[in-house]
T-cell receptor, first 117, second 115 residues
Framework: GAVVSQHPSRVICKSGTSVKIECRSL??????MFWYRQFPKQSLMLMAT?????????EQGVEKDKFLINHASLTLSTLTVTSAHPEDSSFYIC?????????????FGSGTRLTVV | AQTVTQSQPEMSVQEAETVTLSCTYD???????LFWYKQPPSRQMILVIR??????QNATENRFSVNFQKAAKSFSLKISDSQLGDAAMYFC????????????FGSGTRLQVQP
């Protein structure tokens, strides 16, 4: 149980274009999802908290107009990287909170490697 | 703000031996949760073990156990009978007890297992 699917796993896009990453909870409803960014050989840095039916909460320093988050249903959150530039190249990971997630740990998607050329 | 510190960027262990990964954290809360996650080369985050701060008993999951020292704010992971498949990045993580808060991660420890 508590499976999170993230797509795509890899994407290459041209500079200036937008890319959408999907995060789905497959067997549970997730009112809250988190988006992280991970640079090579570094830890996961929280970008934003996605709440179903409301605006996302962004961490300090994260441009909300560049990283658009939509959590329109209880099983789907999307992260759109708008007007992507090479410095946006990174590994993006989502995490969803199952009903008992507060105590049992959160479930993570398999991540998306974004390369902007 | 809470911080999580992993002071060992890399560790190495011989197959079948035991290794301990260190983690310290800083918080003013009395109730919280601590986790160890494993990130193999596939980069999928896998929960290894969790500990509730209100529990004095150290958590154990098969070959994995923790040494939780609440007063010292220390949360180390012991891996017994190390296997080649244990080679990965290991992240210590903290979560407040209140609400659906995100995890705060340490910088990670890369564990190598030598055959």
């Amino acid at each position: 149980g508590a499976v999170v699917s993230q797509h795509p796993s890899r994407v290459i896009c041209k500079s200036g274009t937008s890319v959408k990453i999907e995060c789905r909870s497959l067997d549970f409803q997730a009112t809250t999802m988190f988006w992280y960014r991970q640079f090579p050989k570094q830890s996961l840095m929280l970008m934003a908290t996605s709440n179903e039916g409301s605006k996302a909460t962004y961490e300090q320093g994260v441009e909300k107009d560049k990283f658009l988050i939509n959590h329109a249903s209880l099983t789907l959150s999307t992260l759109t990287v708008t007007s992507a530039h090479p410095e946006d190249s990174s590994f993006y990971i989502c995490s969803a909170v199952p009903g008992q997630g507060a105590t049992r740990g959160y479930t993570f998607g398999s991540g998306t490697r974004l390369t902007v050329v | 703000a809470q911080t999580v510190t992993q002071s060992q960027p890399e560790m190495s262990v011989q197959e079948a031996e035991t290794v301990t990964l260190s983690c310290t954290y800083d918080t003013s809360e009395s109730d919280y949760y601590l986790f160890w996650y494993k990130q193999p080369p596939s980069r999928q985050m896998i929960l290894v073990i969790r500990q509730e701060a209100y529990k004095q008993q150290n958590a154990t999951e098969n070959r994995f156990s923790v040494n939780f020292q609440k007063a010292a704010k220390s949360f180390s992971l012991k891996i017994s009978d190390s296997q080649l498949g244990d080679a990965a990045m290991y992240f210590c993580a903290y979560k407040e007890d209140t609400g659906r808060r995100a995890l705060t991660f340490g910088s990670g420890t890369r564990l190598q297992v030598q055959p």
